[in-house]
């Protein structure tokens, strides 16, 4: 009897571990400003440089700043982004 129920017990738990499915739809990762409350605006100017605005719930974190790059302004609002939230905590 105890081997009929060991043999049940095995073939409910391999039935259930190769129908789970641990795929999800949205596969790109988390970036930083794709949290909840961040605006993050990096605005391109006419002289190729770029204006740095981040806002939690509509309140700016930053004074205005200007980059050289997108990449600059970008990493910038990473930090300040991450910082905020780690204060947050």
Known sequence: MLDLIREMVREIMISEEI????HTIHTDPISYSDFVGYDVESTPTLDGKYIL??????EK???TR???TKEEAD???RKVVEKHRLASD
């Open 19 to 22: 129908g789970r499915n641990f």
């Open 53 to 58: 605005n981040v806002y939690f719930n509509d």
């Open 61 to 63: 974190l930053i004074p």
């Open 66 to 68: 200007t980059y050289n």
């Open 75 to 77: 990493l910038y609002a």
